[in-house]
């Protein structure tokens, strides 16, 4: 058995020496094994050379065995760790971005900061402001840009689907290259490549119950972009509970609609509006029904102004109301939002 060790402690220092991959190194080992029990197959018992290298392949096998269980835990751990995503902490943290502007945060925001309902007071709002974002798909994906080149101080996203070939055709904050990323983790680069003064929080999970109340509670506005009723009833119920603004925006084929739900204001919910969710077969997906490239990008970009309106006070904002906007016949309109007196979510 020291011949077999001897030889390869040889092969590791030459692959070492030769600077070669720690992958590679480990290959050339496992081929020396390999060999090894190839000896103790094809010699007979007693052969000199089986002797001095341990008399009988089981001590070999299970070394190979025990090396490749190490490595697929490993490989399973760190896929794990990859998935979870950073911790989620029911404590609100103070801003990361309270500090005076830099001259170029100055330059980059000139345009905010000129205008009347926004200024620099409002600006300096938006860098100590946290929104979180429900979906990094199709609405996520320009709501994030937005909200990034606006200068919104933090912004978590929180999904759990990777960037897929599918998706390119309206997910613009994605790229072809981040195929197969996950794409909160397509987003945050994206935003962080386009503003560095921001901090992005990337959550690669799924919202759930469990921490849907800590994770929304530690942000001061929601913009749900998801793509199924189960997380917005959530998101609905969770933002109620924490008395957290959500601004909800949903589309299909040619249609998109938008409100801002704040019932501590005296908005309705989301669930005041839709009791219950329709059929599956009257909402079908973007995958069953088709969906026009830009029109995420149109109401997405939406959601991103009446985040910037309901964080710096500017202007009238959508609360109490829906608005409709038909891409196919350019039609946009409005309709009045009530509270409903029996909600199970609100009505208390």
């Known amino acids: 058995m020291l011949l077999v060790f001897t030889l390869a402690a040889v092969l590791w220092g030459i692959g070492w020496a030769m600077k070669l991959p720690v992958a590679a190194r480990f290959t050339m080992v496992a081929l020396l094994l390999v060999a090894v029990i190839a000896v103790h197959i094809i010699l007979p018992l007693g052969h000199p050379l089986r002797v001095q290298t341990g008399g009988t392949p089981a001590v070999w096998i299970l070394i190979i065995c025990a090396a490749l269980l190490v490595r697929g835990y490993g490989f399973l751990l760190s896929k794990v760790k990859s998935r979870a995503g950073p911790p989620v902490s029911p404590i609100h943290e103070q801003p990361p971005h309270s500090g005076p502007f830099s001259e170029t945060e100055l330059n980059r925001y000139a345009r905010h900061i000129v205008l009347r309902e926004i200024g620099g007071a409002g600006q300096k709002t938006l860098k100590e402001a946290s929104v979180l974002v429900i979906g990094a798909g199709g609405l996520g994906a320009p709501a994030l840009q937005y909200l990034a080149a606006a200068g919104v101080g933090t912004i978590g996203v929180i999904d759990d689907d990777e960037v897929d070939n599918s998706n390119l055709q309206r997910q613009v904050i994605h790229t072809d290259a981040r ?4 794409k909160v983790h397509s987003a945050a680069q994206a935003m962080t490549d386009l503003n560095p003064f921001i901090t992005v929080k990337p959550y690669d999970r799924r919202l759930t119950g469990e921490i849907a109340a800590d994770l929304i509670a530690d942000y001061d506005l929601v913009l749900d972009g998801c793509d199924n009723f189960e997380t917005r009833y959530l998101v609905n119920k ?42 599956p077969e009257l909402v079908p997906s973007c995958a069953e029904g088709g969906v026009l490239g830009p029109l995420p990008g149109v109401i997405g970009a939406m959601m991103a102004v009446e985040a910037v309106k309901a964080l710096t006070q500017a202007g009238t904002g959508l609360g109490g109301r829906m608005l ?7 039609e946009t309109r409005s309709i009045t939002l009530k509270p409903r007196a029996d909600c199970p979510i609100c009505a208390e």
């Open 179 to 182: 195929i197969g990323m996950p």
């Open 238 to 279: 969770t933002c109620v509970a924490t008395q957290t603004p959500l601004i909800a925006a949903a589309l299909t084929q040619w249609e998109g609609q938008i409100s801002l739900y704040d019932p501590k204001s005296g908005t309705p919910c989301y669930q005041c509006i839709f009791p219950q969710a329709p059929a």
């Open 324 to 330: 409709i906007y038909d891409a196919l016949y350019a």
